[in-house]
């Protein structure tokens, strides 16, 4: 259990144009989901994290405008980087909220690599 | 806020030696840590956890235990394996409150030669 899809797993777009990923918790129900960037060789950067039925919070530095996240469902997240640029390029993951025990466990998808020509 | 500091950065080991990961925390309401693993190109797989009721966990060859007292927790692989080789990431959170942000250690790149 606890499967989370990220698609599409690489996208490569020109300068100006957008991206979605999509970000699915498969086999449970997550009210929270959260998207990172990840730079090589260095550890994960939260950028948002994504409510269901509501506005995501976003950290500090991370543009709302440029990076759009909708929580549509308790089961699908997405991202759209919007008028991307080379600085974009990256490897964004998503990882999925679910309750176990009184505690909080996070499960992540298999990422989707960003290239921006 | 949470700040996690993960030690060594890289780590070697023969096959069948042990691997030691180290991580220390400073907020002392974390209550849960996990540990993922990541492979190249991959997303990270969240391979063991523990919660701050308990002081240590195993299972199979992963072991994780935690020092409440002196806020630090570590990874213990036993009998490595070449597809143990992966960057592993430590994180820290308080688990049971709404916020849970994971805090993450910088990862310790992992090595073992067959």
Redesign the interface.
Known sequence: G?V?S?HPSRVICKSGTSVKIECRSLDFQAT?M?WYRQFPK???M?MA?SNEGSKATYEQGVEKDKFLINHASLTLSTLTVTSAHPEDSSFY?C?A?RSSG??????????T?LTVT | GENVEQHPSTLSVQEGDSAVIKCTYSDSASNYFPWYKQELGKGPQLIIDIRSNVGEKKDQRIAVTLNKTAKHFSLHITETQPEDSAVYFCAASRGRTGANNLFFGTGTRLTVIP
């Open positions: 606890a989370v990220q929270t959260f260095q550890s994960l939260l994290t993951i990882s909220r009184g505690f909080y466990e996070q499960y992540f998808g298999p990422g690599r």
